[in-house]
């Protein structure tokens, strides 16, 4: 017998919404400075979602590609931009490389998905094709953000390295090459670390999410095995789309290496 779908009401909302005082109680317990910050994510929270709630609402009622068209676009830059915005270094072309990285490997396996796995009619349904590019986005742009912060501080902490080696002869690729493989190296880590105890340690949020709207356990593990290899796919394209993208703007066409370009977030 499939249980009942469970409505929660503003005020159990609410209940839940108050236990950021426990995280409050310890930023002030140690001394952490951390009570601004939770108050202002805590609200960014509440609106936000509220704010997609509505949105998406008024959506689904609709039954054309338009507006799901934009709300993905929009999605694709805020994670492009929220991604640059996680690193600690800059340099020119880092904004573009990283919406340009995560809009094409999300939007790839986003394609995979509604054409060739779920076979979604229409192809535009909200209900599967913003979801899906949800839960996709938001893993890749973590493993983006990783590896553009990785890439440019191991540049910047092997730039007598690198200089050696294009002062002997070596290719721009040859001299940084080993920063090149730390940098994918740590973008991947988590979702493979993810990977590893999913279904054991972790029942992830679409799956949950399934089960509590009552949908049988085998049917979420089914749909949530898809969802974790296209998250594991758009992250591996994402990150080495936007490492090379970083590499190529950081080195020139006659092998020197534009240290300069990298500086401090502001």
Not at 114 to 124: A, E, H, I
Not at 137 to 159: C, W
Request: positive net charge; proline residues 4%.
């Amino acid at each position: 017998m499939k249980p009942p779908y469970l409505e929660l009401s503003y005020l159990q909302v609410a209940l839940a919404a108050s236990l950021i005082l426990i995280n409050g109680a310890i930023s002030a317990a140690l001394r952490l400075g951390l009570g601004r910050r939770l108050i202002v994510a805590a609200f960014c929270t509440v609106v936000q979602l509220l704010l997609i709630g509505l949105v998406l609402q008024g959506i689904f009622g609709l039954n054309r590609w338009e507006p799901v068209i934009a709300i993905m676009l929009i999605m694709t830059v805020v994670a492009g931009f929220a991604a640059v915005q996680r690193t600690h270094l800059r340099f020119p072309g880092i904004w573009l490389a990283s919406i340009v990285s995560v809009g094409a490997s999300a939007w790839l396996m986003e394609a995979i998905a509604l054409f060739g796995v779920v076979r979604v009619d229409p192809w535009y349904s909200p209900h599967y094709a913003i979801p899906l590019l949800g839960m996709i986005l938001g893993n890749t742009l973590n493993g983006i953000s990783l590896g553009l912060d990785r890439l440019g501080s191991e540049l910047a902490a092997r730039r007598t390295q690198v200089e050696a080696h294009l002062a002997l002869g070596a290719t721009r690729w040859e001299a940084a090459r080993q920063p090149i493989q730390q940098a994918v190296r740590t973008g991947m880590i988590p979702t493979i670390n993810a990977m590893m105890v999913v279904g054991i340690v972790s029942l992830p949020g679409m799956m949950t999410g399934q089960l509590l709207a009552g949908v049988a356990p085998i049917e979420a593990v089914k749909y949530q095995i898809v969802i974790m290899f296209l998250i594991s796919s758009a992250t591996a394209l994402g990150i080495v789309a936007v490492v090379l993208l970083s590499y190529r703007r950081l080195f020139t066409t006659d092998h020197q290496f534009l240290h300069g370009r990298i500086t401090e977030k502001r």
